[in-house]
């Protein structure tokens, strides 16, 4: 069973940092990605940041290139979410998700299998 547990969320002010971490069990497929989205009240679920499993490949939304920066340790089973600079706008659930079909691309919702509950950021002017 894949299990994906979020872990790092609060609550700061604008230009704060936080450092998501995501640490998964139970993935028994190897070469997966591992991605952020976020999702606040109202709003569709957005793609955050992704990470293929050499780590040689990443991608960004554009509102946090720049400000984000997403690594994975394999040897941990962990991927990581290091956000600065917040915004208020960066307000949301941040949930992590693993997946390993390649014909979709690291932002697209459809490649990945499993997701996590996911980890409350609130940033306050």
């Known amino acids: 069973q894949v299990q994906l547990l979020e872990s790092g969320g609060g609550s700061v002010q604008a230009g704060d940092s936080l450092r998501l971490s995501c640490a998964s069990s139970?993935?028994?497929?190897?070469?997966?990605?591992m991605g952020w989205f976020r999702q606040s009240p109202g709003k569709e679920r957005e793609f955050v940041a992704a990470?293929?499993?050499?780590?040689?490949?990443?991608d960004y939304s554009d509102s946090v290139k720049g400000r984000f920066t997403i690594t994975r340790d394999n040897a941990k089973k962990t991927a990581y979410l290091q956000m600065n600079s917040l915004k208020p706008e960066d307000t949301a659930v941040y949930s992590c998700?693993?997946?390993?079909?390649?014909?979709?691309?690291?932002?697209?919702?459809?490649?990945?299998?499993?997701w996590g509950q996911g980890a409350q950021v609130t940033v306050s002017a």
């Open positions: 998700a693993v997946g390993s079909s390649e014909i979709y691309p690291l932002s697209a919702l459809p490649r990945y299998n499993y």
């Open positions: 139970g993935v028994t497929f190897r070469n997966y990605a």
């Open positions: 990470i293929t499993w050499t780590g040689g490949n990443t």
